[in-house]
């Protein structure tokens, strides 16, 4: 019990935008932290992400013909979190994206640094003594998405109607999260939302705010050397639709949405190693007007404890 | 406890204010879309082997989701030529070339649809011109 919470005493979750499009949004990048380890103060860590998404988009013209994308989103990313004070914690992400697929049967090949986040949370409620009561903790904070990535402004294929491939969004980005575990004993859940306000690219372009939230049941399994969470739940992400151009407030009605996930995984920690793997599926879903379909993710991340 | 209520109210709010989307209310006013003409002239006649240049300026107040081009025999509606392509803008060149290959005479029409409102508004403008072999 009292491992449980030691081991379980801050989780978060968020969504940040890394490679949004007038048809994918924020679909093709989420990022969920997961569980994480309280008796350390800090960590490094090395994560894998893949999602992907077909677009079937119907001509302006001709709605019979229809306009057929594939994606393919990989990205790996370097993250941490250091802890100012015990109740201050300041996490960055530094994401790869390694993009693929064909947009109109042409070939995407986009590899490039993305774009980066810097988070700081506090924590505003926390209750550990009890054994034997619910044992929670309640984080919330905010931060901003840097534009790093590339992005070449609006391409060819932008003008085609796939804005955003690119490694890079274009725009700086500003969230907000809370997250709230609660525990007893062996069991415990997590509720988790984030917000994402979006700014205008130079080009005018503004993706649309989104809001990416969680609940995750999770369960330990304390093994002689190691520590076992598999976690079951569901993810809602809801977006808003892009402008085309914000400042003469074009909204892309072809774009925004929401999607419903059903995730399962688990995650280990032994000693100053931690490791995790989540696998997503959709439930539901209704993307760009239902013209996007988005496709079951995975998740992946090992790192350092200290 | 009462500052993370009125915290979360506060953020609520914004959320809830941010989410309000504004549009742009001249979508879908097709008297404001323009099409003009540098190449080809209105009635020019062209013979077999000739290459037809279509050159022309679209623009509109709001955003052009889209344009097409289309050059069809005006007597049987056939198409001889056409070519789109998306937009996000609100000005367009449009250039495009097409080699006269009838072998008898006709009039053809040039259309050009424009695309607006998100697609569900079209825009056409059309000009004629003639062909012999």
Redo the contacts between chains.
């Keep these: 019990m009292k491992q449980l919470f030691y081991i379980i005493a801050t989780t978060m979750a968020l969504c940040q935008s890394a490679a949004a499009c007038d048809l994918c949004g924020c679909a093709a990048s989420s990022q969920y932290m997961g569980l994480l380890p309280q008796q350390y103060q800090h960590f490094i860590g090395l994560q894998y992400q893949y999602a992907s998404f077909t677009a079937n988009q119907p001509s302006i013209f001709d709605k019979d013909e229809i306009e057929n994308a594939d994606e393919y989103i990989n990205t790996y990313q370097v993250w941490g979190r250091y802890s100012l004070s015990k109740k201050v914690q300041l996490f960055a992400f530094v994401p790869y994206h390694q993009n693929r697929g064909t947009d109109l049967e042409t070939p995407i090949k986009v590899d490039g640094l993305g774009d980066i986040t810097v988070l700081a949370n506090m924590t505003l409620l926390k209750q550990e003594a009890c054994t034997k009561k619910l044992k929670y903790t309640l984080l919330v904070g905010g931060g901003i998405k840097a534009p790093t990535g590339a992005n070449k402004g609006i391409t060819q294929l932008d003008e085609e109607g796939l804005p955003n491939v690119q490694a890079g969004t274009g725009a700086w980005d500003f969230i907000t999260n809370a997250n709230y575990t609660v525990s007893h004993g062996k069991s415990g859940l997590n509720v988790d939302a984030s917000y994402t306000f979006t700014t205008t690219t130079k080009e005018h372009y503004k993706y649309g705010n989104h809001l990416n939230s969680s609940l995750l049941y999770f369960y330990q399994l304390q093994q002689k050397w190691v520590t076992l969470l598999p976690q079951v739940g569901i993810k809602y992400e809801y977006a808003l639709h892009d402008y085309d151009n914000f400042d003469r407030k074009w909204l892309n009605d072809n774009s925004g949405g929401s999607l419903v996930f059903a995730a399962a995984g688990v995650q280990a920690f032994c000693n100053h190693i931690g490791a995790r793997v989540l696998y997503s599926i959709p439930l539901a879903q209704n993307y760009a007007g239902g013209n996007v379909t988005t496709h079951s993710r995975l998740e992946t991340s090992i790192y350092f404890l200290f | 406890m009462n500052n993370?209520i009125k915290?979360t109210i506060i953020?609520a709010a914004v959320?809830f204010l941010?989410?309000c989307?504004?549009?742009?209310i001249s979508l879908g006013n097709l008297n404001n879309v323009t099409v003009q003409y540098k190449q080809a002239i209105d009635g020019k006649t062209f013979h077999k082997g000739d290459t037809v240049v279509i050159d022309a300026d679209v623009a509109y107040t709001?955003?052009i989701?889209?344009v097409?081009l289309q050059i069809a025999d005006s007597a049987t509606d056939v198409i001889l030529y056409q070519d789109?392509?998306?937009?996000?803008t609100?000005h367009f060149n449009l250039q495009h070339e097409w080699v006269d290959t009838c072998t008898t005479a006709m009039t053809l029409k040039v259309i050009i649809?424009i695309?607006v409102a998100?697609?569900t508004e079209f825009a056409e403008n059309k000009i004629h011109v003639n062909v012999q072999p």
């Design positions: 993370y915290t953020i959320v941010a989410s989307q504004k549009k742009d709001s955003e989701n889209g097409m789109d392509q998306d937009l996000h609100d649809t695309a998100n697609g």
